[in-house]
T-cell receptor, first 112, second 115 residues
Framework: SQKIEQNSEALNIQEGKTATLTCNYTNYSPAYLQWYRQDPGRGPVFLLLIRENEKEKRKERLKVTFDTTLKQSLFHITASQPADSATYLCALVHTGGFKTIFGAGTRLFVKA | GAGVSQSPSNKVTEKGKDVELRCDPISGHTALYWYRQSLGQGLEFLIYFQGNSAPDKSGLPSDRFSAERTGGSVSTLTIQRTQQEDSAVYLC?????????????FGPGTRLTVT
């Protein structure tokens, strides 16, 4: 069955360091991969989209990579700040379809 | 403009009762999604609507769940004969067009508690 895995353990890092979050998937051929941020008590907020034929995408301090051979995406936040503390969700959209499958998310804590 | 709104923000109901959850998408957005999020879990896809096309209901967990979208705008998710396992946050999202991969704009969610 289709499966998306994100590290269930919280990631704790020091302010100024780079945070790296992982999204792995199996039995899936996504056309698109998205990353969202979710704060407690709120709905997710879109951050970045990467297509299956793209290797890397950047937006300000954010960088996403997409390796369809490894079936993995890495999400990086450089020069992290305490305000970056949140849960980060990856989401896959299948080729030819629009149903979006979300991972459970990874909680990030950035300490000042 | 206004974002996606959902009502009520919180709903407590007794087991066996029916509930209706409402979603107002962003004006002009043709696609609308419903998801369910249990504590500590990811978002579970329930249903999506795109324009006048038949909705994709493949994520609805049982026939107690149904949804409709009137006039291509407001959507209502109905849960009949609620069970305790239905307790979760129900999130609605809309997107501008359904070419795939479009960013989804989420509402704040409705927290449903079945006692």
């Amino acid at each position: 069955s289709q499966k998306i895995e994100q590290n269930s353990e919280a990631l704790n890092i020091q302010e100024g360091k780079t945070a790296t979050l992982t999204c792995n998937y199996t039995n899936y051929s996504p056309a698109y991969l998205q990353w969202y941020r979710q704060d407690p008590g709120r709905g997710p907020v879109f951050l970045l989209l990467i297509r299956e034929n793209e290797k890397e995408k950047r937006k300000e301090r954010l960088k996403v990579t997409f390796d369809t051979t490894l079936k993995q995406s890495l999400f990086h936040i450089t020069a992290s700040q305490p305000a970056d503390s949140a849960t980060y969700l990856c989401a896959l959209v299948h080729t030819g379809g629009f149903k979006t499958i979300f991972g459970a998310g990874t909680r990030l804590f950035v300490k000042a | 403009g206004a974002g996606v709104s959902q009502s009520p923000s919180n709903k407590v109901t007794e087991k066996g009762k029916d509930v209706e959850l409402r979603c107002d998408p962003i004006s002009g957005h043709t696609a609308l999604y419903w998801y369910r999020q249990s504590l500590g879990q990811g978002l579970e896809f329930l249903i999506y609507f795109q324009g006048n096309s038949a909705p994709d209901k493949s994520g609805l967990p049982s026939d107690r769940f149904s949804a409709e979208r009137t006039g291509g705008s407001v959507s209502t998710l109905t849960i009949q004969r609620t069970q305790q396992e239905d307790s979760a946050v129900y999130l609605c999202a809309s997107s501008l067009k359904m070419t795939g991969g479009d960013e989804q704009y989420f509402g704040p969610g409705t927290r449903l508690t079945v006692t």
